[in-house]
Nanobody, 126 residues
Framework: QVELVESGGGLAQAGGSLRLSCAASGRTLGSLGIGWFRQGPGKEREFVAAITRTGWSTDYADSVKGRFTISRDMTKNTAYLQMKSLKPEDTAVYSC???????????????????WGQGTQVTVSS
Protein backbone atom coordinates (compact mmCIF):
# COMPACT_ATOMS: atom_id res chain seq x y z
CA GLN A 1 0.00 0.00 0.00
CA VAL A 2 1.23 3.47 -0.87
CA GLU A 3 0.38 6.56 1.13
CA LEU A 4 0.80 10.03 -0.34
CA VAL A 5 0.72 13.23 1.66
CA GLU A 6 0.72 16.62 -0.07
CA SER A 7 1.82 19.88 1.46
CA GLY A 8 2.86 23.34 0.38
CA GLY A 9 -0.42 24.75 -0.81
CA GLY A 10 -1.67 28.16 0.20
CA LEU A 11 -2.37 31.63 -1.05
CA ALA A 12 -0.20 33.30 -3.67
CA GLN A 13 -0.47 36.43 -5.75
CA ALA A 14 -0.59 36.31 -9.50
CA GLY A 15 2.94 36.07 -10.81
CA GLY A 16 4.13 34.41 -7.63
CA SER A 17 5.45 30.94 -6.89
CA LEU A 18 4.63 27.96 -4.74
CA ARG A 19 6.20 24.54 -4.36
CA LEU A 20 4.01 21.56 -3.59
CA SER A 21 5.41 18.43 -1.99
CA CYS A 22 4.15 14.87 -2.20
CA ALA A 23 5.70 12.60 0.42
CA ALA A 24 5.35 8.91 -0.37
CA SER A 25 5.50 5.95 1.99
CA GLY A 26 5.05 2.25 1.46
CA ARG A 27 7.11 2.09 -1.73
CA THR A 28 10.06 3.98 -3.10
CA LEU A 29 9.65 6.52 -5.86
CA GLY A 30 12.07 4.44 -7.88
CA SER A 31 9.20 2.03 -8.54
CA LEU A 32 6.44 4.61 -8.91
CA GLY A 33 5.34 7.00 -11.60
CA ILE A 34 4.01 10.23 -10.09
CA GLY A 35 1.35 12.54 -11.43
CA TRP A 36 -0.09 15.85 -10.29
CA PHE A 37 -3.71 16.67 -10.98
CA ARG A 38 -5.91 19.59 -10.04
CA GLN A 39 -9.57 20.37 -9.69
CA GLY A 40 -10.68 23.96 -9.87
CA PRO A 41 -13.99 25.33 -8.59
CA GLY A 42 -16.82 23.84 -10.64
CA LYS A 43 -14.41 22.01 -12.91
CA GLU A 44 -13.44 18.44 -13.61
CA ARG A 45 -10.15 17.15 -12.29
CA GLU A 46 -7.43 17.64 -14.87
CA PHE A 47 -3.90 16.51 -15.52
CA VAL A 48 -1.08 18.88 -14.61
CA ALA A 49 2.23 17.03 -14.77
CA ALA A 50 3.77 13.56 -14.54
CA ILE A 51 7.15 11.93 -14.15
CA THR A 52 8.25 8.35 -14.68
CA ARG A 53 9.83 6.18 -12.03
CA THR A 54 13.21 6.70 -13.67
CA GLY A 55 12.79 10.46 -13.79
CA TRP A 56 13.90 10.40 -17.42
CA SER A 57 10.54 11.43 -18.85
CA THR A 58 8.09 14.13 -17.86
CA ASP A 59 4.86 15.46 -19.32
CA TYR A 60 2.93 18.65 -18.74
CA ALA A 61 -0.46 20.04 -19.57
CA ASP A 62 -0.22 22.77 -22.17
CA SER A 63 -1.63 25.26 -19.68
CA VAL A 64 1.35 24.89 -17.34
CA LYS A 65 4.24 24.21 -19.71
CA GLY A 66 7.12 26.56 -19.08
CA ARG A 67 5.71 27.56 -15.68
CA PHE A 68 5.52 24.33 -13.66
CA THR A 69 8.25 21.75 -13.06
CA ILE A 70 7.83 18.27 -11.63
CA SER A 71 10.76 16.68 -9.85
CA ARG A 72 11.71 14.15 -7.20
CA ASP A 73 14.11 13.81 -4.29
CA MET A 74 14.83 10.12 -3.96
CA THR A 75 16.58 10.58 -0.61
CA LYS A 76 13.36 11.99 0.83
CA ASN A 77 11.02 9.78 -1.22
CA THR A 78 9.21 12.98 -2.11
CA ALA A 79 7.97 14.44 -5.36
CA TYR A 80 7.56 18.16 -5.99
CA LEU A 81 5.63 20.49 -8.21
CA GLN A 82 7.36 23.85 -8.54
CA MET A 83 4.86 26.42 -9.76
CA LYS A 84 5.97 29.81 -11.07
CA SER A 85 4.24 32.71 -12.78
CA LEU A 86 1.02 31.65 -11.13
CA LYS A 87 -2.28 32.80 -12.57
CA PRO A 88 -5.72 33.07 -10.96
CA GLU A 89 -6.86 30.20 -13.18
CA ASP A 90 -4.32 27.95 -11.42
CA THR A 91 -6.55 28.10 -8.34
CA ALA A 92 -7.52 24.52 -7.52
CA VAL A 93 -7.10 21.60 -5.19
CA TYR A 94 -3.89 19.89 -6.27
CA SER A 95 -3.49 16.17 -5.72
CA CYS A 96 -0.57 13.89 -6.33
CA UNK A 97 -1.05 10.34 -7.52
CA UNK A 98 1.16 7.29 -7.90
CA UNK A 99 1.18 4.22 -10.13
CA UNK A 100 3.29 1.14 -10.45
CA UNK A 101 5.59 1.97 -13.35
CA UNK A 102 6.99 -1.21 -14.84
CA UNK A 103 7.91 0.17 -18.25
CA UNK A 104 9.03 3.67 -17.37
CA UNK A 105 6.22 5.32 -19.30
CA UNK A 106 4.69 8.64 -18.39
CA UNK A 107 0.94 8.68 -17.80
CA UNK A 108 -1.43 11.63 -18.03
CA UNK A 109 -4.75 9.88 -17.43
CA UNK A 110 -6.04 9.77 -13.87
CA UNK A 111 -7.35 6.28 -14.63
CA UNK A 112 -3.74 5.08 -14.82
CA UNK A 113 -3.09 5.94 -11.17
CA UNK A 114 -3.75 3.65 -8.24
CA UNK A 115 -2.93 5.79 -5.23
CA TRP A 116 -4.01 9.33 -4.39
CA GLY A 117 -3.20 11.91 -1.80
CA GLN A 118 -5.79 14.00 0.00
CA GLY A 119 -5.05 17.17 -1.93
CA THR A 120 -3.84 20.64 -1.04
CA GLN A 121 -5.54 23.93 -1.85
CA VAL A 122 -3.79 26.50 -4.00
CA THR A 123 -5.42 29.90 -4.32
CA VAL A 124 -4.00 32.56 -6.62
CA SER A 125 -5.26 36.10 -6.23
CA SER A 126 -5.20 38.66 -9.00
Amino acid sequence: QVELVESGGGLAQAGGSLRLSCAASGRTLGSLGIGWFRQGPGKEREFVAAITRTGWSTDYADSVKGRFTISRDMTKNTAYLQMKSLKPEDTAVYSCAARGDTWGTVASSQNDYDYWGQGTQVTVSS
